[in-house]
């Protein structure tokens, strides 16, 4: 394995024990066993690693898709949803880095390409579903967007205990079962995928 790719894997290793702040430059080259300046070497600085690490997120996100079951358009959306909490929930440094964009590149060209892959494809599934299932006349993209950001902010309140400490709130499902019925006409079944 390159320094390049032992790099990238420790910055990983680090956010996922200890949390975004702890992986500086000093603590992932100790990590790696190379000098403190050899992530400069192989990074423009900081923002470019964690873009790195950040992209990685991006990646695994999108590969979930082929855990998703078979079933209408209305039933994938549903778990990409539930998976989408699911993977904020099991991975929360790693979503909160993501998405961090004071500490990454914004404008990084691989995290650019693989965050609009998994935002196209999570609007390729909003746009599956039959115009029926949604509020009339929401354009497709808009409604991803949108609710991609409830999900994004329901996952956020959860880890942060805004809403995980709540006495109406018994667990993340049923209040991800009664955002998703916010968006759609039918009821949500409140299927027990996030933990």
């Not at 695994?60 to 209408?72: A, C, I, M, T, V």
């Not at 929360?92 to 060209?109: C, G, K, N, T, V």
């Not at 029926?132 to 609710?147: C, E, F, I, N, V």
């Amino acid at each position: 394995m390159g320094t390049r790719r032992r790099l990238i894997d420790c910055a990983s290793e680090l956010l996922d024990s200890e949390g975004v702040e702890a992986v500086t430059l000093r603590r992932i080259a100790k990590r790696a066993g190379v000098s403190h300046g050899a992530p400069l070497r192989h990074f423009a600085g900081r923002a470019q690693l964690l873009s790195a690490v950040a992209t990685l997120g991006f990646q695994e996100l999108y590969g979930r898709k082929d855990e998703l079951p078979d079933g209408s358009p209305r039933e994938v959306l549903l778990a990409a949803c539930h998976s989408y909490v699911d993977f904020a929930l099991a991975r929360p440094a790693r979503f909160e880095l993501m998405f961090r964009h004071d500490l990454i590149d914004p404008a990084d060209p691989e995290l650019v390409r693989h965050s609009s892959a998994v935002f196209d494809l999570f609007a390729g599934m909003v746009a599956a579903v039959p115009s029926a299932g949604w509020r009339a006349g929401t354009d497709p993209r808009l409604a991803a967007a949108s609710l991609w950001a409830a999900l994004h902010g329901l996952a956020r309140l959860w880890l942060w205990g805004g809403l995980a400490e709540a006495s109406f709130a018994p667990d993340v499902t049923a209040v991800l079962a009664v955002t998703l019925e916010s968006y759609l006409d039918q009821r949500v079944d409140m299927i027990n995928h996030c933990p």
